[in-house]
Every structure is written in C-alpha cells, then in structure tokens.
C-alpha cells in the first residue's frame, strides 16, 4: 500500500499550510505563545537602528514587542442586505460594501493554498512576524528613508485592514494607511496580539473575508460571484489564482475597467500559479497548464439599491419602511447602517405571481410614455401582507428630469411616507365608509329614500370636533348614469354610485362617525395630512394612494379585521438571528356588517357599474369616478385578495382631467371607473389568484339586513324594467349561497366521520401496545405510528 502524499505546504485535510513540512505530532500552532514572545524580542533586535526614528527609546524596545495591547477592535464586516419575495427568491440587495462573509469551510482548499502562497508563505509557521521577510523589507526601507517595500504578514495584512475598516474619522483612516515605521510597529504588535487571540485558521477566514478584491467585490464570496459568477467553495485553480493574485492591487487589476487592467491582472495571476508551483501546492506542469488558459471572467452584475430591482416600487415600499420605523432601530441613522450594512436578509411578502399580473395588466393598457400614470396594490386580507405594487412608469429619472417621461422617482402605489406623491381624490371609492356605517347603525339592505335632482349640503354636518362643516355654496349633482334622481335603497343607490344619495346618507348617519369608520379601517391621507372632514368626504375628495385604499378594502374581505399595509415578515441578522415581524391587526367591523358589505358589493358586478365583469369566483368592489373627471378608481377584493387600482395624469389631475384623452394608444371621451382601472384590476386579479382555490364570501344575516323599505322604489324599478332581472340574479345568487351550505355541511361531516375514525384507531393502537403486540402484529384495522409517539 502507498502512503498518500500530500503537495508541499498543505495539511492532511487539504487546508494550506507552510512551505515546510510539519513534524510528526506537532501542529502547526504548537508553541505558538512562546513563538510570539521570541519573534517580539526579534522584532526587537531587528529594529535597534530604525526605531529610535519612530520616537521609541533603546531601553524599551523589547518591551514594545512582549508587553502586547489588545487586539484591535472588531466591528462587524459591512456586508450585503438581501431582500427575499414569499419564496425566498432574491430580488434586491442593499450594501455600502458589497460583502457577503462566509466560514473558511465554504472556501475552496486551492483559494486558501494561493493566496498564502503568494501573501505569506510561512503564514502557518510564524507567529505574526515572517522575519525573513521583515528583514529584507527594512534594510530596503531603512535605505530608502521610508517605506519601499512590504514584509508584511497575512496576520499585519489584516490589523490594516480591521484598523481601517474600524476608523470612526477620516484621521484615523489615514493614520491605518500612513506610510511611516510608526504604523508598521503598531500593526506588528497588534498582529502578535492577535496571533495569541485566535488560531491561524480563524485569521485567514477574517483576511479572507475583509479584503478588497476589486471591481466592487469586498470578500472571498463576493469576488467568487463578480468575477466568475461562481461561489468561494467551487472556485478552480486558474480562478483561486485570479482572485488572490488581485489582493495586492484590486485597482491596477480591476477586470470591470478595461482589457488593460485584465492583461495586468493576468500577470498577477500567473505569477501566484508561479509561487504556488515553488511552494509545492501544485506542480510546475499544472502551473504551465494553468497559465495557458484565458482568464475567463465572467463578470455578474451586483446591483444594489432600488433602481436596478426588477420590483423597484416594492423595494422601495421597504426600504423607506425600514427606515422610518423604529421597530427596526432607534435612530434614522442606525436602521441605515443596518439597511447598507448589516448583512441582513429581509424576507417580504412580495408575490412574483400576483406582481407580473398586475404589471401586465397595467402595461396591457397604459405606456410609460404617457402623461396618464395607473397604479395598482395588491395586499392579503386578513394578514396585511403586500403581494404586488406595480406603476405604468418605470422607475427612475426622466432626461432633464422630467415630470412626464416614461420614468418616475415616486412609488405611485404608495404613500409619500413610503416614496410616494400627493396621490389622487379616490372617488366614490370612499361611498362603502358611509354603507359600513349604515349598515352597522342597523340600516336594511333595501332601505332608503327618495333623492332629487341635485342637493346643496347646507345642514346637517358635522366633523369630529363638533364644529359644523356645512357647505351652503356646493351644490352636488349626480354622475353621468347615476340618474337625475329618484328612490334609492342602500343597494341600488352603491349599485349605481349615486353621488346625492350617499350624501344624504351620510348626513343621516353622521359624518363623524363615516370619518371614524374609515380611519378603524386604515384610511389616511397620501401626503400624510390630516383627514378632510367635509360633506364630500363620501365622494372620495380626500387624496389617496392604491395601498391603503386596498389594504382598507382587504378588511371587508377579512371580514371586518384590518391588518395594517406589511412588507416584511423576518429579519435575519448576521449570525443567523431570525426576529418574525407579526402581522399589527384590529377589529374594525363586526364580522356580520362585513358579511353584509360584502354582500351589496357583490352587487356591483351584477347589478352596477362593473356588471357583465367577472373573476370567475366570489368579489365585491367599488368603482370611483371624481367630479370633473380629475381621477379614477376601481377598488375590490376576494376573501383571498384585495387590489386598488388609480389612474389620474401625473403633471397634475385638476390640469389635466382624464377628459378626451389618449391612453395606451386608446381613445377615451372620459376615464371612469369602470372604463380602465375596472378592466386592469379585472385582469390582474384573475391572473394574480389563478392558482388559488376559491374563497366564497360568507353569507349575510338576512334576518338582521334583509329587508327593509324605500317608497316608491319598486315601481320605479318596475317602470325601469329592472325588478324582473334583479329577481332573477338574486334567486341565482341565493342558490349558490344555498349549494355552498349543503357542501359545507357534507364536507363538515365527512371531517367528523374521519376524526372519529382517527381517534379509535389512535386508541386501538395504544391498547395494542400496552398489551405487548409486536409492530408487526397489530390487530385489524390498526394503523401503526411513528415510534417517537410511544415516547421513544
């Protein structure tokens, strides 16, 4: 049998080791106190002349080198924050450097080999000082009258490196950089303070991964990726080579600047392979093959921030929420340390299958280059989790940095806490505050009264502090198709979005309590100012963002628990840490009031505005269409899924109503609701809940909000023609509602049927083995389990 050799410099488990062979027994480490003891009375001895330059006297030199300082302080790297989507796919990352720290395991064996081969050779036979090489670097240097030429360890290498990258000022940075024999002795004695502290394999992880690499790349990983487009631990001979051949002059070799810095970088990496070769970490063959071969960059692109993120509106929603909340830190400049610097991993919320639905939805019918900008949210009910924020712009800066451009620097479905505008008044959206409000105020779903033909709000109103807000000066009429007035219940007048109607709704309810409705469901303003507490507010006068009007939206789904708007729901810190980052909900409605919502706003899609749309399952919305035609809105939901949808003209919606208007190369007379947002919410949810089993909303408590009377309605109706068709969808709709008990209840006992099953089967088994039966001879009928359940 022949004994297994091993190439000169490498120990027995592939990891590098000296130029010299280590004796049988005695590690590498062996001796390393008094190594560093002798090497310091050394340093010393080899100091004598020079030293008395740096101001240190004759009578303490010795002293300078045995009586050792702390090791330098250790900050944590700078290193890359990571933001997962619901999957733990990447989708952007954040870095002051971009750094990615990883053990010495995950490094490859021929990485660590080059670059102690051409950094420091006898990096695991000293303890901190290479003698030879100090010796020959200061006669060099002492000739010379300053520093000339390096003698430096890999251990010095890395005291510069830490004193640098822990320099709190400028001064102190320059002072880790400064040419002089002063800072030389301070980094030689850190280096054997540090050689006592840790072992030599915990110091090349550390020099491994503080050094620049070039091209960006901080650390062994982070180059891996930048150059090769490859990881630390499947790094090859030629590539190991590259990598610790840049070390020394990460600029002069920068492959990202030209094929003159790669022609040089070559060099470098040719003469590690030279110096591998000579220490015998590899043959003078491999060296020669080796050098034959290409550089073979493959430079990967390590985008960082928002602009460069495939989902820029969502990165942004995170990042300023990471910044501006302290539950992620005290202070403004602590989270952004934490954000460039920490090396966390976020993971979101974002779903890629509802974001591509929305934002080809949304590019289905509008351009970027259109001054009309849509803009559309995507949150869970029930959690508050974001799923999708998507824009008809992309995100960026226009030439010039102009305001209608393809581009956008604002996060249009978002809040300007979050990146975004001054929003758009959100309509008749705001008409389903005033419903909840009636409807839990013990208003019936057919219930109203009759309106006329226009209404001045000049009684009656009140807002939140008791001050009257009546408006004698106003007089509201009703949108074109709402009609010229008439009779209108609670279901016919959200139906057809009758603007007199809920005006007199809401004058009947009150005002401030159809404020206090919408701020339990999340409602504030975009520009983050208080709420306009004024009898328009049921016609949306307030300006919003896609976000919250979805994520208030949601709570209906939900039934009636509102989760406030999350994009991140785990952060994990450097050391693998993870802290959960829980859902923040309320009970905002009574479950029933929900129901009952849900309920009229199921009408919408058969009986009003959006009628002849559907999903193919069970919503409810709401469409919303400003006076003047300024904005446009379609807001609605599943129990699975909420979106809002706004489109209005970003060089200013009063400037630029949606009146006779080119979109997405469509001609549109007037914008409403249910023209474009309807189509683009009706899309992208289809396509966003395409592989989700459908939810069906809960039925309504019909002794509770059935019923009710509104004079005249019914033979208005009649003369209309429309009670005869509305019977008919409503009894169609009933009988799903009645289909869906008897499979609830047929499914409910099948579940009991087995639980009991499951439960004499658990005790026959047990009884089983209290009576002693092998686990092959169960009785009949008996299922074994695991053995960890008999306590094992």
Not at 296 to 305: C, D, F, H, T
Not at 679 to 700: G, K
Request: hydrophobic fraction near 35%; proline fraction near 6%.
């Amino acid at each position: 049998m022949t004994s297994r050799r091993f190439p000169l410099g490498t120990r027995s488990d592939g990891s590098p080791g000296g130029g010299r062979a280590v004796r049988r027994g005695v590690g590498p480490l062996a001796g390393l106190g008094a190594a560093g003891v002798a090497g310091g009375v050394l340093a010393a001895a080899i100091l004598l002349p020079v030293v008395g330059g740096a101001g240190i006297t004759v009578n303490n030199v010795t002293k300078t080198f045995t009586d050792l300082p702390s090791p330098p302080r250790e900050d944590p790297l700078p290193q890359v924050t990571r933001l997962l989507d619901r999957y733990g796919r990447q989708f952007a990352q954040f870095y002051f450097q971009n750094r990615t720290a990883v053990p010495l395991a995950e490094v490859a064996p021929v990485m660590r080999q080059a670059v102690v081969a051409i950094e420091d050779a006898r990096f695991y036979e000293h303890a901190g000082l290479d003698v030879k090489g100090t010796l020959r670097a200061l006669i060099t240097n002492t000739q010379a009258g300053g520093i000339r030429q390096g003698g430096s360890s890999l251990t010095q290498q890395l005291v510069k490196n830490m004193l640098v990258e822990g320099a709190e000022s400028e001064a102190e940075r320059d002072r880790a950089r400064a040419p002089n024999l002063q800072r030389k002795i301070t980094e030689l004695r850190y280096a054997l303070a540090l050689e006592k502290k840790y072992t030599k394999d915990q110091i090349l992880e550390r020099y491994l991964n503080i050094n620049y690499f070039g091209a960006g790349a901080f650390g062994v990983e982070a180059a891996a990726r930048r150059f090769f487009s490859t990881s630390a631990s499947r790094l090859t001979l030629t590539q190991a080579a590259t990598l610790a051949g840049a070390v020394r002059t990460p600029y002069a070799t920068d492959p990202a600047l030209g094929e003159q810095r790669r022609r040089r970088l070559k060099e470098r990496r040719d003469l590690v392979l030279d110096r591998m070769a000579r220490v015998g970490n590899i043959t003078a063959a491999q060296a020669a093959e080796a050098k034959r071969a290409p550089l073979g960059i493959r430079m990967r692109a390590e985008p960082g921030g928002c602009y460069e993120s495939k989902t820029p509106f969502f990165c942004l929603y995170v990042q300023k929420e990471l910044l501006a909340n302290p539950v992620f830190g005290h202070t403004r400049a602590e989270r952004e340390r934490r954000l460039t610097r920490g090396g966390l991993v976020l993971k979101t919320t974002l779903d890629p299958v509802a974001q591509r639905a929305a934002e080809q939805a949304i590019a289905a019918r509008v351009n970027p280059e259109d001054p009309q900008v849509a803009a559309e949210a995507m949150v869970e009910p029930g959690t508050g989790k974001i799923r999708a924020l998507a824009a008809s712009k992309r995100y960026g800066r226009n030439p010039k940095n102009k305001k209608d451009g393809p581009k956008t620097t604002y996060n249009l479905p978002a809040d300007s806490a979050h990146g975004g505008g001054l929003g758009f008044q959100a309509g008749s959206t705001f008409k389903v505050f005033t419903l909840a409000t009636a409807l839990s105020e013990g208003w019936r779903f057919d219930q109203g009264f009759d309106t006329p033909g226009s209404f001045v709000p000049s009684q009656g109103y009140r807002n939140c502090r008791g001050q009257r807000v009546n408006d004698p000066g106003t007089v509201i009429h009703n949108a074109s198709g709402e009609g010229t007035g008439g009779p209108h219940s609670i279901s016919t007048g959200t139906w057809r979005s009758v603007n007199i109607f809920y005006m007199m709704l809401e004058q009947r309810v009150g005002l401030c309590d159809v404020v206090n409705t919408a701020r339990k469901l999340g409602v504030t303003r975009a520009d983050g100012a208080e709420l306009r507490e004024v009898p328009t507010f049921t016609l949306g006068v307030n300006e919003m963002d896609p976000l919250t009007v979805a994520s208030a939206f949601a709570a209906f789904g939900a039934r009636g628990r509102y989760c406030r708007p999350m994009a991140i729901t785990e952060i994990v810190d450097q050391d693998g840490r993870a802290t959960a980052v829980p859902p923040s909900c309320s009970r905002a409605l009574e479950p029933e009031v929900a129901d009952a919502v849900n309920h009229v706003l199921e009408g919408v899609f058969t009986e009003g505005t959006m009628r002849g749309n559907s999903i193919g399952r069970d919503a409810a919305g709401k469409t919303g269409t400003n006076n003047g035609y300024t904005s446009a809105w379609f807001a609605g939901y599943t129990p699975d899924l909420a979106a809002a949808v706004s489109v209005g003209d970003i060089r200013g919606s009063y400037r630029y109503p949606l009146r006779g208007v080119v979109i997405g190369g469509d001609y549109y007379g007037s914008v409403q609701g249910a023209s474009l947002p309807g189509p683009i919410w009706v899309a992208s949810m289809t396509a966003a809940l395409r592989d989700t089993p459908a939810t069906l909303f809960t039925a309504p408590d019909m002794n509770r909000f059935g019923g009710g009377f509104t004079p005249g309605l019914k033979e208005a109706e009649e003369e209309r023609g429309e009670g005869e068709g509305r019977d008919r969808r409503r009894g169609e709709r009933d009988d799903r509602f009645g289909r869906y008990e008897r499979e609830r209840e047929e499914f409910r006992g099948r579940l009991n049927r087995w639980e009991r099953r499951w439960r004499r089967e658990v005790a026959d088994l047990f009884e089983a083995r209290q009576q002693g039966y092998p686990r092959e001879g169960y009785p009949r009928g008996v299922v074994p389990l695991p053995g960890d359940l008999f306590g094992r």
